[in-house]
């Protein structure tokens, strides 16, 4: 009957232990299965990525061309935003005689300046008067 017993149990041992490690298998395969699956994640987000940033720089080049050749552009831009051509001045940091030089084409916008209202493109008209009101405050500090 004890022999009977030993040959059970070892046999029950034997299928709980084949038991596991078919279960171990399984979840190392699962989890080599979701390695793969991120590792290719990573590398399809990494082109999204790179393609997002060479759209932008497209987008950033395009934008500045078009307001370099058409003082319009930055009068819309103004319009917009419902600030004057001397709060522009202000956010750009120039004279507001330039601004108006530039809205009517009668001088065109360096580069350094078209990168400056690219900036100030991406503001909506909230934000701009939030940055106008802290600049002149800290003019009547000076």
């Not at 298998?25 to 590398?43: F, G, H, I, P």
């Not at 601004?99 to 300046?113: A, C, F, I, Q, T």
């Not at 990168?115 to 000076?142: F, R, V």
């Amino acid at each position: 009957m004890a022999s009977i017993q030993r040959i059970i149990t070892e046999r029950i041992q034997r299928l709980v232990h084949n038991e596991i490690l078919r279960h171990f298998r399984q979840q190392n395969s699962e989890s080599r299965q979701m390695r793969t699956e991120l590792a290719d994640c990573k590398r399809r987000l990494s082109k999204l990525e790179k393609i997002v940033e060479e759209k932008d720089d497209e987008i950033i080049v395009r934008w500045v061309t078009q307001m370099r050749a058409n003082g319009a552009t930055l009068k819309a831009l103004r319009k917009k935003l419902g600030i004057s051509q001397t709060d522009l001045s202000i956010l750009l940091d120039t004279n507001p005689a330039t601004v108006n030089r530039w809205e009517s084409g009668r001088v065109r916008l360096s580069r350094k300046s078209c990168e400056k209202i690219a900036k100030i493109h991406a503001l909506n008209a909230s934000e701009a008067h939030h940055i106008l009101q802290e600049k002149y405050i800290l003019q009547k500090k000076i």
